[in-house]
């Protein structure tokens, strides 16, 4: 079946600092991948989806500039949180489908994010 | 987004079938039914999805009524590590590119007991 795979499993980072996030297809080739984020105890939340070789687009609410999303290819997308302060401490997943409608998305294994 | 109603919490004993509701009286009539699971700090896991009919996969059972407006995923033989968030969701289909987005509600924690 499809695979997501989600880079690094854990990050630990000062305030002020970026943290890169890689979200990897690695048996299907993906045009459009999704970023969530989930705080304890609360289901996922969409931050942004992601279109290979085009500019995201950002739900509601969230910043563009803080969170930056690049699909340059269509097997990876990355998500950086840019000058990270501890609110931005989360859990943060991606998902990605094969190329079909209603195909399922499959997800990676997320990211947790520490700001300290 | 149509939106789901499940309930918050159930209990399964080991062994027997967990049957967990959802409600989805706004759904329309291209939207697809999902199913996914989270079991603590992973990324959710598929399950299963269906439009009208009922489906059935290595994991569960799908049970979608007639009018479409509920449907019920039946685990015919509850593990300990089916002890897991459930999540009943309605899929939007955006036409201009292959993706559709999930968007998730609250989900059912479903707890198997010994």
């Known amino acids: 079946g499809a695979v997501v795979s989600q880079h690094p499993s854990r990050v630990i980072c000062k305030s002020g600092t970026s943290v890169k996030i890689e979200c990897r297809s690695l048996?299907?080739?993906?045009?459009?991948m999704f970023w969530y984020r989930q705080f304890p105890k609360k289901s996922l939340m969409l931050m942004a989806t992601s279109n290979e070789g085009s500019k995201a687009t950002y739900e509601q609410g969230v910043e563009k500039d803080k969170f930056l999303i690049n699909h340059a290819s269509l097997t990876l997308s990355t998500l950086t949180v840019t000058s990270a302060h501890p609110e931005d401490s989360s859990f943060y997943i991606c998902s990605a489908s094969v190329h079909l409608l209603n195909s399922p998305l499959h997800f990676g294994n997320g990211t947790r994010l520490t700001v300290t | 987004d149509a939106k789901t109603t499940q309930p918050p919490s159930m209990d399964c004993a080991e062994g027997r079938a967990a049957n967990l509701p959802c409600n989805h009286s706004t759904i329309s009539g291209n939207e697809y039914v999902y199913w996914y699971r989270q079991i603590h700090s992973q990324g959710p896991q598929y399950i299963i999805h269906g439009l009208k009919n009922n489906e059935t996969n290595e994991m569960a059972s799908l049970i979608i009524t007639e009018d479409r407006k509920s449907s019920t995923l039946i685990l015919p033989h509850a593990t300990l590590r089916d002890t897991a968030v459930y999540y009943c969701i309605v899929r939007v289909v955006l036409v201009e590119t292959s993706g559709s987005r999930l968007t998730f509600g609250e989900g059912t924690q479903l707890t198997v007991n010994p």
């Open positions: 048996d299907f080739q993906a045009t459009t």
